[in-house]
């Protein structure tokens, strides 16, 4: 097998030609309209909001920073601008059973209207009612009755006194009651002058007294009847006051609505009520102790008003709402209370709209892991969405154990596009976990990541900086700042022939470069204000990094950068804190003895590893087994380690560095600790990509330039890696110089070579490998421990 060669250095960074880019500075560019890359998400967009058929809500889904909040509102207003306007929404109060408030539906702009209308209408009636019931009309009518009523009273008494008389009894009234008293004399006797008389004289008295008070008994029998006749005169005397004055003015708002459903009903019931409680209405303390027109008029909305709930009268098109906070009563209303002396008391006044009051007929945007945040959220929008209606209830009522008197508005009916914004992560955990969400939420808008880097894309991408920059009121970009910022987004996206779709962390970027720019006093963002902004942001976040650089610089950590041992490697590892990533070696070791315990994963043993980093040791096994134990069992012990790691471990990227520990360690064949290697192997010794490639390499770099550049160290990584390789300057630079070295391989043997230094043998006709090979004494030590414990 020949021997490898590094990697040149235009394979570890691709260069943006400034060539494809025409222009100076992006000064001269059109503005980039749409939205970078997306073009199946604006196509799913397209299909989603143009499907009128019930489930097809859309999940917008991609990472943070990809602009797919941007995105979904800048589509929906686009189209919702074209659309109809939705109706307006009120409540009105149920006359018959406040309990139950009246929903009403108008077309946009007309709901305001009516409450005006309606307002008017009230004081007008209410200013009225009074001065027409002092009218001298009304007050003789009234006197009318009562003199009625007095008149068959005093005829009943008058014949009362006449035989009272005959029999010298005089007639009184006190309080409200009749009474009889004896006369003599023209003067009624008192108690002492009629215990005077004789007994007959006064038996008789008393007998005459007992039968007039029967004959007033029988005179006054009608008395209730004439009271309720009376009554009953008032009343459709105050009826047919009250409705002369009231019915012009309700019939003619009546009138003016009569094309709308409902308000023809409820006009009549407003009608019934004030002709029937005109009285009480006059006399209701309430008004009359309301010091202020506000606090009277505010009194007669509390009764008589509308509420109206949804205005869309200055709406253009339908409405997009997006709810930032989507708790039970944001998104579907509430009903208020206020504490009247201790008591909690409300009205079809106090009700309150929510996000999907709003949004009917229209869009509503959420965030997916705010809306699983808030409890019973989720399963009332899914209830709402499929009965096709909004009910404003209390979610906590079943639950509390205390029954309290409240409104119970009647339901309006929903007619809205659901969209919610979230995760990948999100989106798969509902798919699973919610059998109604794949029914409730057909529309999948998925947004890419990357996007392929190609002339045309590049030349877009340079306009959408143009663009981003004026909205963020940056200075213009200079053709080589864009370069720049090119290959930033190439190394970002992890990959040499992708841009990244993270438009967010695009932005960041160009806002601190022109930070830079002002500092220095210039005019345009060059690539060196770029360059400055990265080296920045790398220093803020690279505490921890230099911590652990320190901690091997002073021996803390063991690790080598020259030399060579047995059993040892240099594996490269990524460490992950919140969203800083930065690379750096780790120490592998292996030991092999005779026994029959196989590959032990120390990290797994301890339970440090996880299940994709165990997956990887097992493998090792397998590969062991196929390539050389074919004619013989496979039988050692044998241990491997990440030394001086004491947190949880996963994936599979040093599996290649534990096989060649492993034979290092079996044969005694020492590798060379000039090198760092990383990468994920299968069981046919096959090298499989990994990831955070670049911060690997830089991780070990590092360290080797701090302790002092060989032109012998170097890094190892998997072949189908190389087309991720957007390496810092300084990197490229020392590769150039010839000071460091970036091997790719395919396979383990061509591993071994680099990091032993000598043949790894070529597989002969009998299946054995070439003499004094790497492969030959792995299959003759092999051996040796089958036979040690064989023979034991």
């Known amino acids: 097998m020949e021997k490898l060669k590094s990697l040149p250095t235009e394979a570890l960074y691709k260069v943006c030609d400034t060539d494809i880019l025409p222009f100076l500075t992006t000064e001269t560019l059109e503005n980039f309209n749409g939205f970078f890359g997306q073009e199946r998400a604006i196509e799913a967009m397209g299909f989603g909001v143009g499907m009128r058929r019930p489930g097809y809500n859309l999940f917008v889904m991609g990472n943070p920073h990809t602009g797919r909040f941007s995105f979904a509102m800048e589509s929906l207003k686009g189209i919702a601008k074209k659309e109809k306007k939705p109706s307006d929404w009120c409540y009105l109060n149920n006359l018959l059973d406040d309990r139950y408030p009246v929903s009403m539906e108008l077309q946009a702009g007309k709901a305001s209207q009516l409450r005006r209308d309606n307002k008017r209408m009230i004081e007008t009636i209410m200013t009225e009612l009074p001065a027409v019931f002092e009218n001298p009309a009304y007050q003789r009518k009234k006197s009318k009755i009562e003199r009625d009523f007095n008149r068959h009273y005093d005829q009943a008494i008058d014949s009362v006194e006449k035989r009272a008389r005959e029999n010298s009894i005089a007639v009184y009234q006190d309080a409200g009651t009749v009474g009889f008293t004896p006369v003599a004399e023209g003067q009624a006797m008192d108690e002492a002058m009629f215990s005077q008389l004789p007994e007959e004289v006064r038996d008789s008295f008393s007998k005459n007294i007992s039968e007039l008070e029967d004959y007033l008994t029988e005179s006054l029998t009608e008395l209730p009847q004439w009271r309720r006749e009376a009554a009953e005169k008032m009343k459709i005397l105050d009826r047919d006051t009250a409705r002369q004055t009231a019915s012009p003015l309700i019939q003619s708002v009546k009138e003016k609505y009569n094309n709308i459903s409902g308000l023809a009903d409820y006009f009549n019931q407003l009608e019934s009520h004030i002709v029937k409680n005109s009285a009480d209405l006059i006399n209701d303390e309430r008004l009359i102790e309301a010091r202020t027109e506000n606090g009277r008029r505010t009194l007669l909305d509390d009764q008589f008003g509308v509420n109206l709930l949804v205005d869309n009268s200055k709406t253009k098109g339908s409405p997009v709402i997006f709810e930032a906070h989507p708790s039970y009563e944001n998104l579907f209303g509430r009903v208020e209370y206020n504490n009247d002396m201790g008591a909690m008391v409300t009205n079809y006044q106090m009700i309150r709209p929510g996000a999907l009051h709003k949004a009917n007929g229209g869009y509503l945007v959420l965030e997916a892991e705010k809306l699983l945040e808030q409890p019973f959220v989720y399963g009332a929008l899914k209830r709402a969405l499929k009965a096709h209606e909004i009910r404003i209830e209390n979610p906590m009522s079943e639950y509390s154990g205390i029954s309290t008197i409240t409104l119970s508005p009647a339901p309006m009916p929903l ?356 003499q004094r090979s790497i492969n030959h004494h792995v299959v003759k030590r092999l051996k040796e421990l089958h036979k040690a414990i064989t023979s034991s």
């Open 415 to 770: 007619h809205v596009k659901v969209v919610l914004i979230g995760g990948r992560d999100t989106y798969y955990l509902l798919q699973e976990m919610d059998q109604d969400f794949e029914k409730m939420f057909r529309v999948v808008v998925d947004f890419d990541e990357d996007v392929e880097r190609a002339p045309a894309t590049i030349r877009n991408y340079a306009r959408l900086m143009k663009t981003l920059a004026a909205e963020e009121s940056l200075a213009p970009l200079t053709r080589d700042a864009v370069a720049r910022l090119v290959e930033q987004s190439s190394r970002l996206s992890g990959d040499q022939d992708l841009l990244s779709a993270h438009i967010g962390e695009l932005v960041d970027l160009l806002c601190e470069a022109d930070y830079k720019r002002k500092s220095a006093g210039e005019d345009l963002i060059n690539a060196k204000h770029v360059e400055m902004a990265l080296d920045a942001q790398e220093k803020r976040t690279g505490r921890l990094a230099q911590k652990i650089l320190e901690s091997i610089l002073n021996e803390t950590v063991l690790i080598d950068t020259d030399g060579e041992a047995v059993g040892k490697s240099n594996g490269l590892t990524v460490l992950q804190v919140g969203d800083v990533s930065f690379g750096t070696p780790a120490r592998i070791t292996a030991t092999v003895h005779p026994g029959s315990r196989g590959i032990v994963d120390i990290e797994r043993e301890v339970q440090l590893g996880q299940s994709i980093h165990s997956k990887g040791v097992l493998i090792l096994s397998g590969y062991l087994g196929h390539q050389y134990a074919q004619d013989f069992p496979l039988t050692l012990s044998a241990s491997i380690a990440l030394e001086q790691s004491y947190g949880y471990i996963d994936g599979d990227s040093a599996s290649l560095a534990e096989i060649c520990t492993l034979i290092s360690a079996l044969t005694h064949i020492p590798i060379f600790q000039q090198y760092a290697l990383t990468g994920s192997i299968n069981q046919y010794g096959e090298v499989q990509a990994i990831g955070g490639v670049n911060e690997k390499i830089e991780g070990f770099f590092k360290l080797c330039e701090t302790r002092g550049l060989t032109g012998k160290q170097g890094v190892i990584i998997p072949r189908a890696n190389v087309r991720n390789l957007m390496l810092k300057k300084t990197v490229v630079e020392a590769v150039e110089r010839g000071d460091f070295s970036v091997y790719a391989v395919a396979t383990v043997d061509e591993c071994l070579q680099i990091l032993m230094g000598r043949s790894v043998g070529k597989r002969k006709a009998d299946g054995g490998f070439t």
